[in-house]
C-alpha cells in the first residue's frame, strides 16, 4: 500500500524543521540531499563529549495497530564538564512522542527521554529517530535515539479511514478552501479502495468553478490514494460573499448520497 498519511506528516515535519515560515510549497522545491540532511542530521563532531546516551537503539519487537502505545525510555549523561538544557527533542515521524523534564543537568548527571509509539494507523517497518539538542548547540543535534521494530494491520485494515461509501473509505468528508493571493487551491482527502474491484471515481453537482479528479485516476483493489479538489478563484459567482460551501456527491461507489457527499468550504480572505 501506499501510505499517504505519512507523506503528510513528513511534510509537516519538514516544515517544522525549515523554520515558521516554510511549508510543504517551499519543500517540494528541496534537493533529496537537502531533504535528508533535515530527517536526518549529522551530530555534532563533538556529539560524544557532550552526551552519552546509555543505549541509542530500541527494537520494540512486533505490534499491532490495535496495541496500546509502546512506551520506552532513554538515559543520557551529562559527560561536557559543564551544565547542560536539553533545548528540544525532534522526532522524524507523527507516529512518535517525546517527553523530557525541564531543567539543568549537572556535570555526570542524566537526563531521560521517553520516547512514546503511537501505532494505530502505522503499519509496517519500524525506524523512527529522535534528536536530541541542547541550550547553546546551534541546530546540529547531540544524539539520535533511535526505535525499531514492525507494526502489523489491526482488526480492521481501514480503521484510519472512518468515513465509508460503499468500498471507498475516506480520511473526512469535507474540507476548507482558503484564498489569499493564490488564482486557485487545491485540496487533497486521502482515501482508500477496500473492496475487491478497481474503483472510477467521478463527481455530481460540480459546480463550474471546481474541479474533480483521484490519483491515480483508477484506486486498485485495497489500495490507497487521494480525492483531489481544486477551486478556481476567477470562476467564483458573484455574489456568493466572502464564505460560502458547497456539496459534491460521489459517483462510481454504493451508498446513500449522505454517505457520498463532500462538503467543501470557501473563504476569500484577502479584501
Known amino acids: 500500500m501506499r501510505h499517504i498519511a505519512c507523506r503528510i506528516q513528513l511534510l509537516a515535519i519538514l516544515a517544522a524543521a525549515c523554520g515558521p515560515g516554510a511549508g510543504a510549497q517551499d519543500i517540494r522545491y528541496r534537493s533529496r540531499a537537502q531533504i535528508d540532511s533535515l530527517l536526518n542530521p549529522p551530530l555534532r563532531t563533538d556529539a560524544e563529549a557532550v552526551v552519552r546516551?546509555?543505549?541509542?537503539?530500541r527494537d520494540i519487537g512486533t505490534l499491532t495497530e490495535d496495541d496500546a502505545p509502546f512506551v520506552c525510555k532513554f538515559t543520557l549523561t551529562n559527560v561536557s564538564g559543564r551544565p547542560l538544557e536539553v533545548r528540544q527533542v525532534r522526532t522524524t515521524c507523527g507516529c512518535l512522542k517525546a517527553e523530557y523534564p525541564k531543567g539543568t543537568v549537572t556535570p555526570r548527571g542524566t537526563q531521560e527521554i521517553t520516547l512514546t509509539y503511537f501505532p494505530r494507523n502505522h503499519p509496517g517497518t519500524v525506524d523512527a529517530d529522535a534528536f536530541v539538542y541542547v541550550a547553546g548547540g546551534g541546530d546540529t543535534p547531540v544524539a539520535r535515539l533511535t526505535l525499531t521494530g514492525n507494526v502489523l494491520p489491526g482488526a480492521d485494515e481501514w480503521a484510519r479511514y472512518p468515513y465509508a461509501a460503499g468500498k471507498l473509505r475516506m480520511k473526512r468528508k469535507s474540507i476548507e478552501v482558503r484564498f489569499a493571493a493564490e488564482a486557485k487551491v487545491t485540496e487533497r482527502i486521502?482515501?482508500?479502495n477496500s473492496g475487491g474491484r478497481p474503483l472510477r471515481?467521478?463527481?455530481r453537482l460540480m459546480p463550474a468553478f471546481a474541479r474533480f479528479r483521484t490519483e491515480p485516476e483508477v484506486i486498485p483493489p485495497g489500495c490507497e490514494g487521494d480525492i483531489v479538489i481544486t477551486v478556481e478563484k476567477a470562476l467564483?459567482?458573484?455574489?456568493k460573499g466572502d464564505s460560502f460551501s458547497f456539496p459534491i456527491v460521489v459517483e462510481g461507489v454504493e451508498g446513500k448520497p449522505s454517505d457520498r457527499t463532500i462538503t467543501v468550504s470557501v473563504t476569500i480572505t484577502d479584501h
Open 236 to 239: 467564483l459567482p458573484q455574489g
Open 53 to 57: 546516551p546509555a543505549r541509542q537503539t
Open 201 to 203: 471515481l467521478s463527481a
Open 190 to 192: 486521502l482515501c482508500a
